[in-house]
């Protein structure tokens, strides 16, 4: 069974501006985290990267993107949305890279006007909280977790202002990840 995505309520007053996003604003946004907790939300998609490897992007990736506009804009995605990158964590063993990943990340538009190489950006990242008794997420939200809320129940999932690192460099980092998918696919590279 799916569990939900748990997308918290700004912790800031105001509310930072693209925390929840305004539905009428153009906006890239990625979402990536740990591939287990991933699992939680779509535990129907296949994550083997062989079956799927010559395919942009994963259907896992797709119902991933799906699910974060839901939670975000309380709306089913357009038919149309645009995913625009994915990032796929490789898991290594030495120096060896298995064909398998631990960690996944999707990013897609809404309202972003294709000739707009420079969107405002929505980093969200997957906070894992089962494994570590939230550790993890108390040492780097800004505010207190407590796992019992979310194991079995929810997954945590917070925007870039509610979390202590200040993502300075993510709408550039975003960006230019898009652009180089761009001109992968333009020069006939998947």
């Known amino acids: 069974m799916a569990l939900e995505l748990y997308i918290p309520p700004c912790i800031h007053t105001p509310a930072h501006a693209l925390h929840l996003p305004p539905l009428e604003r153009p906006l890239r946004i990625q979402i990536d985290g740990p591939l287990t907790s991933i699992q939680k939300l779509v535990p129907d998609a296949s994550w083997d990267i ?9 259907p896992g990736g797709i119902a991933l993107a799906k699910l974060v506009y839901r939670a975000l804009y309380k709306t089913d995605a357009p038919s149309d949305m645009a995913i625009r ?66 194991t079995g129940k929810k997954v945590l999932a917070v925007p870039r202002c509610c979390q202590t690192r200040k993502g300075t460099q993510d709408r550039g980092k975003t960006n230019d990840e898009v652009a180089e998918r761009d001109r992968e696919r333009s020069s006939g590279q998947k």
């Open 50 to 58: 062989e079956a799927y490897a010559p395919d942009f992007p994963m």
């Open 85 to 150: 990158y994915q990032y796929l964590g490789w898991i290594r063993e030495g120096n060896i890279t298995l064909s398998k990943i631990d960690y996944y990340g999707v990013t897609f538009d809404h309202l972003v006007p294709a000739d707009d190489l420079d969107p405002d950006v929505l980093q969200i990242n997957i906070i894992e909280v089962d494994y570590d008794g939230g550790e993890y997420a108390n040492k780097y939200l800004l505010f207190p977790v407590n796992p019992a809320d979310y």
